[in-house]
């Protein structure tokens, strides 16, 4: 099945007022002065002696992000409380070593395909490709090196504006073709971080890519998520088997601890008794948006101590939210901050898990000549 997902982006951009035919983009990679944008400084080398550098985008209400080429990993992103205050809304690292030594994807881009494909196996035209099984005999987020360890070329595309590319090699962790990726990074003075997916491939193949930054607008991680109440635009979710992997059904939300469609805290329901909450250990569940717009409003958060407010749109048919269950205070992140049991959440845009073993998904093959073009947008805000 074919995608069409240049006419949806260009749609989306101009929904968005930024679509300018035509435009050039390029221009200088690093900046010298450090007061233009973005400003970059060094976040030290892999044990292989490769140097890692980090670029800040800060824009005119004074939010900033920075974004590492390691990953592509958003290593802080601040966003004001409803006093104004400018707090890091994003889980992670001091500094590189925490990256390397272990981290759960924060911040990371996540490719080739974000989350599972059952026993890292998947037939395209008859052939069977055979991916890593990192993750209870499962394939999860692009494999052992997935796009979240790779190095990425990072340039300035404009003003606020970040291009992250990186070519992923034919067999590259067991996928096929050779997979050109661009992925842009916008912080606009609208408070909003604006992201563009593009890939092109020389063989068929499969792609999903997303974005995995935890988010706790507590700021500066101050307590657990679950007072945060979320609202995800979504009649239907992916019910999973014990390893996450879905069953194939697409069940109504109704009646169930996973009816997000009106404003609800986390933690209400996250211990309710219910298999699929048993299997996430809490939530970690794809949520079918239920909008038939190219460009979709996919959930809305909202913490009540700071009034921060986060908005996701996206051009996917799902959205993964994940709780951070799997966290469990083994991990010290910035400023020395633990991170404990559900001290961030994930909202995953993406096309479904699974998806190359599951016909009733919507597709995620890619053809040569055919273009790979997703976009998501994450709006800060106070309330
Ligand atoms: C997945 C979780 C997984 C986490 C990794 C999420 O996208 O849905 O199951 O544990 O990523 O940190």
Redesign the pocket.
């Known amino acids: 099945m074919i995608r069409n997902y240049i006419a949806i982006g260009c749609l989306y951009l101009v929904v968005l007022g930024s679509c300018k035919p035509g435009q050039k983009e390029t221009e200088s990679t690093q900046q010298s002065d450090v007061m233009s944008t973005p400003s970059t400084k060094p976040f030290g080398a892999t044990t292989d002696g490769q140097a890692v550098t980090e670029y800040t985008l800060t824009n005119k209400n004074g939010i900033s992000m920075s974004v590492i080429n390691y990953g592509g990993i958003i290593t802080k992103l601040t966003a004001p409380d409803r006093n104004g205050k400018l707090e890091d809304i994003v889980l992670g690292y001091d500094s590189l070593a925490g990256y390397i030594k272990e981290t759960?994807?924060f911040g990371a881009i996540?490719g080739r395909y974000?989350?599972?494909i059952a026993n890292g196996k998947f037939t395209l035209d008859g052939q069977i490709y055979s991916l890593a099984q990192n993750?209870n005999g499962q394939s999860?987020?692009g494999g052992v090196k997935g796009f979240d360890k790779v190095f990425w070329n990072i340039e300035k595309a404009a003003d606020n504006k970040l291009r992250l590319t990186y070519l992923s090699k034919d067999l590259e962790e067991g996928y096929p073709g050779n997979l050109n990726v661009e992925v842009t990074y916008e912080l606009t003075d609208d408070n909003e971080l604006k992201i563009a997916y593009t890939a092109t491939t020389d063989k068929k193949t499969v792609v999903n890519i997303t974005q995995?930054s935890y988010f706790n607008l507590t700021g500066n991680v101050k307590r657990d998520i679950l007072d945060h109440e979320v609202t995800l635009y979504a009649d239907q979710f992916i019910p999973v088997n014990n390893v996450?992997i879905p069953t194939g059904q697409i069940k109504d939300v109704t009646g169930t601890p996973f009816d997000f469609r009106k404003p609800t805290a986390i933690g209400l329901r996250t211990n309710d008794k219910d298999q699929q909450l048993e299997f996430?250990r809490g939530y970690?569940h794809c949520w079918v948006l239920s909008s038939k717009d190219s460009v979709k409003h996919a959930a809305s958060v909202y913490e009540p101590s700071s009034g921060r407010t986060l908005d996701v749109y996206t051009t996917e048919p799902g959205i993964?939210f994940?709780a951070g269950?799997?966290l469990d205070g083994s991990l010290t992140g910035k400023q020395g901050v633990v991170y404990k049991h559900r001290f961030g959440l994930?909202l995953?845009t993406e096309h479904f898990?699974d998806s190359p073993n599951q016909k009733n998904f919507p597709s995620t093959e890619l053809k040569p000549g055919e273009v790979y073009k997703t976009y998501t947008t994450y709006k800060f805000g106070v309330r």
Request: charged residues 15%.
């Open positions: 759960p994807y996540v974000g989350n599972r993750n999860l987020h995995h996450l996430g970690d993964q994940y269950n799997f994930c995953e898990p």
